[in-house]
């Protein structure tokens, strides 16, 4: 699997497993079958009430620790130093591991100062709780303000990318900065997947609408995690390697509106 490196110094997988929404058996299924496909990062929130799935998943399945990546996240409400520390040890406690690769700021909430925060990521940081530590859904102003507190590298930026949704001014200052962007809903859902340029392309390709999506962000050097319940959609978003877009597709899908 195609890596990037974080300015953590960790290597990040370019595809992985997105489980908003994936709850219970269907969870526990859909990460079974992902990590049988060879998928091995997986994103996850305190939020998403999933974090027990995914750790029987990984148990029943026997999956090496070493060569996973695991991201997940302190939620809105806890962004205060005692519950970021409260919620990486249940984090850890439900998915039944030592530490997760990344955590990350899930949502900024403006009622708790971010230098407090970057206290609490520290701490987890420093008892190797977390490998890296970064921010989700932060605009750049943010990211200045995080950027001046963190007092820690911020590996990663998740933020919402997709063709028809973008967040260039964003995916710029990441890429100027040293964070690395995470694309979450890559696949607008399943909704960005109609567009007539998106589908003429994959025809072009032979390939899905899916893939050119993933592929369009992936060659703009961002991860992709597009969640997927189905063993098809888990095989067929994993063929976003080994062929390009042209500069002309790429421009094409630039100019897809929202
Ligand atoms: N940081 C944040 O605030 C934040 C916010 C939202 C999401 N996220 C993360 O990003 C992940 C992905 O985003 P998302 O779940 O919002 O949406 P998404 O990945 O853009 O889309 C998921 C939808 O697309 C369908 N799909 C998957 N593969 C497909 C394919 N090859 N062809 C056609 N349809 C396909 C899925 O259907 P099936 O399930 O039927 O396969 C599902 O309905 C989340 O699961 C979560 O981990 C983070």
Redesign the pocket.
């Known amino acids: 699997m195609q890596t990037v490196k974080l300015v953590s110094g960790h290597e990040m997988p370019v595809l992985g497993l997105?489980?908003?929404?994936l709850r219970g058996a269907g969870c526990k299924q859909a990460v079974r079958e992902a990590l049988g496909l060879g998928y091995t990062h997986i994103?996850t929130a305190w939020m998403y009430k999933n974090h027990r799935e995914i750790g029987d998943a990984l148990q029943e399945a026997g999956a090496d620790r070493a060569g996973l990546f695991i991201t997940s996240?302190v939620w809105n409400t806890h962004l205060h130093y005692d519950g970021v520390l409260e919620q990486a040890e249940e984090t850890l406690r439900d998915l039944r591991t030592g530490y997760v690769d990344l955590f990350l700021i899930?949502?900024p909430n403006e009622a708790t100062p971010l230098a407090e925060t970057f206290r609490g990521l520290r701490r987890v940081l420093g008892e190797g709780k977390a490998r890296s530590i970064g921010v989700?859904?932060f605009s750049v102003s943010l990211l200045e303000e995080a950027e001046r507190v963190a007092q820690a590298p911020i590996s990663v930026n998740?933020i919402?990318y997709?063709p028809g949704a973008e967040q260039r001014d964003v995916l710029r200052w990441c890429q100027d900065h040293g964070v690395s962007v995470t694309a979450?809903?890559?696949?607008?859902?399943?909704r960005a997947?109609q567009d007539s340029a998106l589908t003429g392309i994959a025809r072009r390709h032979g390939k899905?609408p899916?893939q050119v999506a993933l592929r369009w962000l992936v060659q703009k050097g961002m991860v992709v995690?597009?969640?997927?319940?189905?063993k098809a959609?888990l095989e067929?978003?994993m063929d976003v390697f080994g062929w390009a877009l042209g500069p002309e597709e790429m421009a094409q899908i630039d100019a897809v509106e929202g």
């Open positions: 997105g489980t908003w929404d994103d996240k899930h949502w989700s859904n998740q919402k997709h979450y809903s890559p696949l607008g859902k399943g997947l899905t899916a995690i597009p969640k997927a319940s189905s959609h067929e978003n």
